[in-house]
């Protein structure tokens, strides 16, 4: 087990509209591989927080008349409330409007200028503010005079003195990089895309604007403010006390992964891993790009308008099915839709029936044939022991990969085969024959549900702890073939309620 701080990012939001079930996503998605490691012993770190430079957040407070600075103080006190809500237990609240982040920013843009991998020049051309991306002029022509990426209205940037970053002489060494680390570009069609865009070569990134005043102005230059994405890539630095406290930094960094969305993948796996190339340092072990939710086809984004909040959603659902829903209904890399209906038959199909049941069955047994106990003797069932020891292996391959659904179709399996094993083995006729397998049954029924809770847990922290009080049991990395003989069940309210259509 390494010493390193497992530390794991999501994208830093946009603070000038309230956040919605896709955020949510990206924050769960980080929040469920931290509580992962940390169930396995390691000292973890996750980061999250808000973007909230640049010319987007200016207008949309400008429209409101609000000041700049109450505008994204108000959207990361939302945010903040939003993860509470979520059972999102983050380390780190990054927001970019911080005065150690600014600091961070101002010290890496003199140290890249000291080195020449920023000089100046000017800029001009097209420049989407929904995306906060410049484009070069063919990009928008093919793209029929819209911005390639969102469709939205092009604004044209008149010419004005700029600073550039020289992305374009660190193509080859990405290129090498990514070779030589086939695990840091995932999952593989992503990182297809990025190979190629580096391989037809790079252009030098415009990173100040001129007429955008909320930012962080440029250091001896302040009728410049540093581009947005400059700015907001380097929350991962600075958030981990890069370069104002070494110590954390160097128990933090490299990160362990940056989860992100796939529109902002290009930010993160080529011109993030050339900053920390041109700054000197590691880059981080892997950057994810994870799909879409989608509304009748259309990607859910506050731009469309067709968002959907988790508090809609846990209206009717516990946030920890949500969280459950999120990572069981597709996997972590690839698009899908959402639909309310979706998550009840997810929740009627996984949760209520063979979870729910499986819990409910061997209380009722237990309470029934030993007194609310778990037997005093007995030996736990070989083949479930060999399908627990098979289930642990497969469940953690798959999570240290971030395939959430790996990992849950492995632990559905043994839930089955625990489902299964009741059916074949017929506990209430031992009883009625007074047979000493009974005890076997039901004491490796018990070993089942903390295994299940402990392996569940990352997942739906606040439903695990219900679980766990169920069993008397403290959620722990479980292990296979562990029975607590003679312990007692108290058992509970039922766990997972069947809800109507
Ligand atoms: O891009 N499905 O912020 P943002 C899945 N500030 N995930 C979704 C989603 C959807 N429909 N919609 C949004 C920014 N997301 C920048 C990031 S990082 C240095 C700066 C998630 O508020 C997904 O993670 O537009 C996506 O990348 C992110 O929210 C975009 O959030």
């Known amino acids: 087990m390494p010493d390193k701080t497992y530390y794991i990012t999501t994208p830093i939001y946009y603070a000038n509209a309230p956040l919605h079930i896709g955020h949510a996503y990206s924050t769960v998605a980080a929040d469920v591989a931290k509580r992962w490691q940390a169930l396995r012993g390691r000292e973890v770190f996750m980061l999250t927080g808000m973007d909230e430079h640049g010319e987007k957040i200016y207008r949309s407070s400008a429209a409101s008349g609000v000041k700049p600075q109450d505008w994204v103080d108000r959207y990361a006190d939302e945010a903040k409330k939003l993860w509470a809500f979520m059972n999102v237990s983050c380390d780190g609240f990054v927001r970019t409007t911080d005065s150690a982040h600014k600091e961070t920013v101002r010290e890496v843009f003199r140290r890249l200028r000291a080195k020449g991998d920023i000089y100046d020049s000017e800029y001009e051309g097209p420049y989407c503010v929904s995306c906060e991306t410049f484009f070069s002029a063919q990009q928008v022509k093919d793209a029929g005079e819209c911005c390639p990426d969102c469709g939205k209205k092009i604004t044209e940037i008149k010419k004005e003195s700029a600073l550039f970053f020289r992305l374009s002489s660190y193509g080859g060494k990405l290129l090498d990089f990514y070779r030589a680390n086939p695990d840091f570009l995932e999952p593989p069609g992503m990182a297809n895309k990025t190979i190629d865009s580096v391989t037809r070569g790079l252009n030098d990134l415009c990173v100040t604007r001129e007429r955008v005043s909320w930012g962080i102005p440029v250091p001896g230059d ?242 695990c702890a219900e679980m766990a009080a169920h069993i008397d049991w403290k959620i722990q990395m479980p292990e296979a073939g562990s029975a607590r003989k003679g312990r007692p069940i108290p058992g509970g309210a039922i766990l997972f309620p069947a809800v109507e259509k």
């Open 222 to 463: 302040a009728s410049k403010t540093i581009y947005v994405w400059f700015d907001a890539l380097l929350n991962y630095l600075s958030a981990a006390g890069f370069p104002h406290d070494m110590g954390l930094f160097h128990k933090l960094w490299p990160a362990d992964c940056h989860i992100v969305g796939k529109e902002i993948y290009y930010f993160h796996s080529v011109i993030w891993p050339a900053m920390l190339m041109a700054l000197e340092l590691p880059l981080p072990e892997k950057v994810y790009g994870h799909g879409w939710w989608t509304l009748k086809d259309d990607k859910i984004s506050k731009s469309t308008g067709n968002i959907v909040t988790p508090y809609e959603v846990c209206e009717k659902f516990h946030p920890d099915i949500l969280r459950f829903f999120f990572l069981r209904e597709m996997p972590f890399g690839t698009d899908g839709a959402f639909s309310m209906e979706r998550i009840g038959e997810r929740y009627t199909a996984d949760l209520a029936n063979p979870l729910g049941n499986l819990f409910k069955r061997t209380e009722v047994m237990l309470e029934k044939y030993f007194g609310g106990k778990i037997p005093e003797s007995g030996s736990f069932d070989e083949a479930i022991l060999q399908k627990q020891k098979e289930t642990l292996e497969s469940f953690s391959r798959h999570m240290d990969a971030l395939r959430f659904h790996g990992a849950l179709n492995a632990l559905w399996e043994l839930i089955d085969a625990a489902n299964r094993f009741i059916e074949e083995q017929k506990p209430w006729v031992l009883y009625k024959e007074k047979s000493p397998k009974l005890n076997d049954v039901l004491l490796t029924l018990s070993g089942c549900l903390e295994f299940v809770t402990g392996l569940l847990s990352p997942f739906m922290p606040v439903k």
